[in-house]
T-cell receptor
Framework: QQQVKQSPQSLIVQKGGISIINCAYE??????FPWYQQFPGKGPALLIA?????SEKKEGRFTISFNKSAKQFSLHIMDSQPGDSATYFC???????????FGPGTRLSVLP | DSGVTQTPKHLITATGQRVTLRCSPR?????VYWYQQSLDQGLQFLIQ???????AKGNILERFSAQQFPDLHSELNLSSLELGDSALYFC?????????????FGPGTRLTVL
């Protein structure tokens, strides 16, 4: 129940394309769903986050889509750029800490 | 640069030993989080402190302990080290104690247990 599944494990996209990463969770008590971006040799950085009372959140080229009934959420990167090449982690948490649970990560490569 | 500092950057030690990792949060942040990142286990939340008190606990082994001091810096103590403890250890800080408060990650400490 504490797992967050993430797919695909790796993704190769052409510059200008759309990158889509999917995550699924089981615990309906989770109420906060962040996405992190991690470049090699660096710590993760918060990219965008959503709460289950909205179905979509957009920040620039990054959009989270959230399907509460299916217990799934996804990250869409529009107009993908080589600089977006990184590992992306979805996560789930209950608002007051408890336990952050991370997906296994998706390694994105955007080809020039 | 996130403003979170971690020392040391690299640490090589032997099985059975004890090490201490140090984290200084961003100025003004009250929460400190510790994470372990390994190839086989991914990124795992270990523990959170808020203003000196333990706030949340994740998959932290009994051989590991942490504390947050009055000046808000934090230390993660790892004892009776095993080969499987080799990993990147990240510290993150946030202004508040809630999950929705943005966490800023440090550069990590790479621990190698030989």
């Amino acid at each position: 129940q504490q797992q967050v599944k993430q797919s695909p494990q790796s993704l190769i996209v052409q510059k200008g394309g759309i990158s889509i990463i999917n995550c699924a969770y089981e615990n309906t008590a989770f109420d906060y769903f962040p996405w992190y971006q991690q470049f090699p040799g660096k710590g993760p950085a918060l990219l965008i986050a959503i709460r289950p009372d909205v179905s979509e959140k957009k920040e620039g080229r990054f959009t989270i889509s959230f399907n509460k009934s299916a217990k799934q959420f996804s990250l869409h990167i529009m107009d993908s750029q080589p600089g977006d090449s990184a590992t992306y982690f979805c996560a789930a948490s209950m608002n007051y800490g408890q336990n952050f649970v991370f997906g296994p990560g998706t390694r994105l490569s955007v080809l020039p | 640069d996130s403003g979170v500092t971690q020392t040391p950057k690299h640490l090589i030690t032997a099985t059975g030993q004890r090490v201490t990792l140090r984290c200084s949060p961003r100025s003004g942040d009250l929460s400190v989080y510790w994470y372990q990142q390994s190839l086989d286990q991914g990124l795992q939340f270990l523990i959170q402190y808020y203003n000196g008190e333990e706030r949340a606990k994740g998959n932290i082994l009994e051989r590991f302990s942490a504390q947050q001091f009055p000046d808000l810096h934090s230390e993660l103590n790892l004892s009776s080290l095993e080969l499987g403890d080799s990993a990147l250890y990240f510290c993150a800080s946030s202004s508040g104690g809630r999950a929705r408060d943005t966490q800023y990650f440090g550069p990590g400490t790479r621990l190698t247990v030989l």
